[in-house]
């Protein structure tokens, strides 16, 4: 197989179903770790309408978004199937599928109020020194 890069973001459930698939596939690639926050030259060349992460780079050729990854990795590397071949658990597969993506956004966003709340608490403990250990009196 030609060379396989993987542009994504360690927290993004969308990279880690992809690298899942290519983990299960046995292909082997190249995880390249992006800052959501300032893009690389390498996301905006790959992805340059969404801008975003996932993207797989096989061959020099970019293929964005997880899902449409997943069905390139099927039908690329069809051994090792990624869904039943039932087509009621193959329906179930896409379903829950599916359902990640729509609520993904909300897992994540819980994630980063969470991380923003703990910085802000920082930022005061920091402020009033109240971050540092006091002798008891």
């Not at 390498?42 to 801008?51: D, E, G, V």
């Not at 096989?58 to 071949?85: A, D, F, Q, R």
């Not at 709340?117 to 920091?126: I, M, P, T, W, Y």
């Amino acid at each position: 197989m030609e060379e396989v890069n993987l542009l994504g973001f360690w927290p993004s459930p969308y990279s880690h179903r992809v690298i899942w698939a290519l983990k299960l596939k046995g292909v082997d690639y190249d995880y390249i770790e992006e800052d959501v926050s300032n893009k690389s030259q390498m996301l905006l060349q790959y992805n340059p309408i969404r801008k975003k992460i996932s993207v797989l780079v096989h061959g020099g050729k970019p293929i964005p978004e997880s899902l449409v990854i997943l069905e390139y990795v099927e039908e690329t590397c069809p051994e090792k199937p990624l869904l039943p071949k039932d087509p009621y658990e193959r329906a179930l597969a896409r379903f829950w599928m599916q359902f990640g993506a729509e609520k993904g956004p909300t897992f994540g966003s819980f994630f980063i109020s969470i991380v923003e709340g703990e910085n802000a608490a920082k930022e005061v403990l920091s402020a009033q020194n109240l971050g540092r250990a006091r002798p008891w009196r």
